[in-house]
Nanobody, 120 residues
Framework: QVQLVESGGGLVQPGGSLRLSCAAS????????MGWFRQTPGKEREFVAA????????YYADSVKGRFTISRDNAKNTVYLQMNSLKPEDTAVYLC?????????????WGQGTQVTVSS
């Protein structure tokens, strides 16, 4: 059974940075594409970023392009989301997801999420 555990969330001031991590277990990590999504109460889950199995291909939502960077370490079974120049509208629960191919929508497994709050 695949398990995904996010960490690294917290409270940060506007303009600050955070790095989220997602540790995966239960399937060969290097064979999985990974994604980050975010959700706020009353809104649909929103795609943030995705990375292919090799790490060569990366997708970003327009709202985070140039500020967020997704990366992965296959030796550590971990995917990261470096978030810079954070804005209050980035406040959300951030979830990682694992799937067979890189996608902006469809993934097989999901983590529980980590809260990110951007506020002064």
């Amino acid at each position: 059974q695949v398990q995904l555990v996010e960490s690294g969330g917290g409270l940060v001031q506007p303009g600050g940075s955070l790095r989220l991590s997602c540790a995966a277990s239960g399937r060969t990590f290097s064979s999985a594409a990974m994604g980050w999504f975010r959700q706020t109460p009353g809104k649909e889950r929103e795609f943030v970023a995705a990375i292919s199995r090799s790490g060569i291909t990366r997708y970003y939502a327009d709202s985070v392009k140039g500020r967020f960077t997704i990366s992965r370490d296959n030796a550590k079974n971990t995917v990261y989301l470096q978030m810079n120049s954070l804005k209050p509208e980035d406040t959300a629960v951030y979830l990682c997801a694992e799937g067979r191919v890189i996608s902006r929508e469809s993934y097989d497994y999901w983590g529980q999420g980590t809260q990110v709050t951007v506020s002064s």
